[in-house]
């Protein structure tokens, strides 16, 4: 059985769409695509395929994972490539690799979120970032499904910092950017949960929605302080020799 890890990229109006309404329209670019997947068993058999880590609904990315197994070995681009024309521009598969590696889960431990504040000056951000950083503890409150969770948002945050605005924008109104580096710990600290924290320390509330994109997810590097790509150790693994390889070059004659 082959396993292949792909990322893919929820761009555009696509943000919106769901975790689920993303599974129904990659379980038919599999079928569209004539990817031979391997099955679970039981009564009622489903195609083999983690999901790690998905983006809240609402948000972009650039960088979401999965894993699929096939029965038959496939090359990655090629499948890559068929899968790319099955699904929906915005919804985009932009990488593949054999998986060689265990863990890719387990890499997942950070992410670096770009966050567009529309309508908010660079100054008053920046003075809402300085005021979130040197703060010890930041509250922030969630609804979830047993009610209304109060937890400190500020020790998942590794760096939070303003950007400089870009050339692009459709208007002449203000656009604050942060950059939102997070690790991954329970309970999970989102992008919204950073806001209302700069909310809360600060009063800083945009008056519009913010445009949230993941850039990033990886393993969290403490020495670089860069969020690394975690396809990268089995791109690695690809091109290491094989042991038998090794002995071979091993016993060679000279």
Known sequence: MQRIRLRYTKRGRLRFTSHRD?????????????VPMAYSAGFTPHPKVSYANAAPTGTGSEAEYLEIALTTARDPEKLRVLLDESLPTGLDIVDAVEARTSGLADRLTASVWELRLAGVESAEAERAVAAFNAAEAVEVQRMTKNGLRTFDARPAVVQLETQSETADRPTDQPCAI?????????????????????????????????????????????????????????????????????????????
């Not at 379980?27 to 004539?34: D, P």
């Open 22 to 34: 993303f599974q129904r329209a990659f379980e038919r670019a599999l079928r569209r695509a004539e």
């Open 178 to 254: 942060l950059r939102l580096v997070v690790r991954h710990v329970t309970p999970a600290v989102r992008p919204d949960d950073v806001l209302s924290g700069l909310r809360a320390v600060a009063d800083l509330a945009p008056p519009v929605p913010a445009a949230v994109t993941r850039l990033a997810q990886g393993l969290f590097d403490e020495e670089t302080g860069t969020v690394t790509d975690p396809l990268a150790p089995d791109r690695e693994a690809a091109t290491a020799p094989t042991e038998a390889e090794t002995a071979a070059a091993a016993t060679a004659p000279a």
